[in-house]
T-cell receptor, first 114, second 112 residues
Framework: KQEVTQIPAALSVPEGENLVLNCSFT??????LQWFRQDPGKGLTSLLLIQSSQREQTSGRLNASLDKSSGRSTLYIAASQPGDSATYLCVPGGGSSNTGKLIFGQGTTLQVKP | EPEVTQTPSHQVTQMGQEVILRCVPI?????FYWYRQILGQKVEFLVSFYNNEISEKSEIFDDQFSVERPDGSNFTLKIRSTKLEDSAMYFC??????????FGDGTRLSIL
């Protein structure tokens, strides 16, 4: 059964800092891993998708890495801005379920202070 | 870019009433999902649907819940007799084979 743990649960940083969000998952038989952003009371915005054969993906100030064998992923945010304040969700796709259901963790809630 | 559309964005219903949440998946997608998120909690899988039948459902998805793809474009979630604890944000998602899921913006369901 897939379980996802994200550390830290909450993070508050001053604007401009580089930061790393950590994710671990128990079932490494995944097809891909997505990082989502969720603003309070809103939907899920996909930020990055890493296929299981890839090691990392980059989009602007975001870089996500994947170590499938150890069940870990990190999201690196460079030069953080107040607009980055949100909850970030790491979501491995696939695993032992062949229906493609996604298992979510609690996420990391980020606050970037001006 | 095509997107998953959910209606309504907010639904308020009296306890015990039936409610239908509607989703229009992306047109060439074949796999469909419902998730829910109770306020302050994590997103939880409810059900997956493929080839006009449920392929997997969670413990949450009991006899009060049903899903249907009535006309080849809509994908609906019905809650037969709503309870207070059904209050949550409900997300629909769809995907093609081998591709990631695309999510709708969600329907906020409030049970009074």
């Amino acid at each position: 059964k897939q379980e996802v743990t994200q550390i830290p649960a909450a993070l508050s940083v001053p604007e401009g800092e580089n930061l790393v969000l950590n994710c671990s998952f128990t079932d490494s038989a995944i097809y891909n891993l997505q990082w989502f952003r969720q603003d309070p009371g809103k939907g899920l915005t996909s930020l990055l998708l890493i296929q299981s054969s890839q090691r990392e993906q980059t989009s602007g100030r975001l870089n996500a890495s994947l170590d499938k064998s150890s069940g870990r992923s990190t999201l690196y945010i460079a030069a953080s801005q107040p607009g980055d304040s949100a909850t970030y969700l790491c979501v491995p796709g696939g695993g032992s379920s062949n229906t493609g259901k996604l298992i979510f963790g609690q996420g990391t809630t980020l606050q970037v202070k001006p | 870019e095509p997107e998953v559309t959910q209606t309504p964005s907010h639904q308020v219903t009296q306890m015990g009433q039936e409610v239908i949440l509607r989703c229009v998946p992306i047109s060439n997608h074949l796999y469909f999902y419902w998730y829910r998120q109770i306020l302050g909690q994590k997103v939880e899988f409810l059900v997956s649907f493929y080839n006009n039948e449920i392929s997997e459902k969670s413990e949450i998805f009991d006899d009060q819940f049903s899903v249907e793809r009535p006309d080849g474009s809509n994908f609906t979630l019905k809650i037969r007799s709503t309870k207070l604890e059904d209050s949550a944000m409900y997300f629909c998602a769809s995907r093609r084979a081998g591709q990631p899921q695309h999510f709708g913006d969600g329907t906020r369901l409030s049970i009074l």
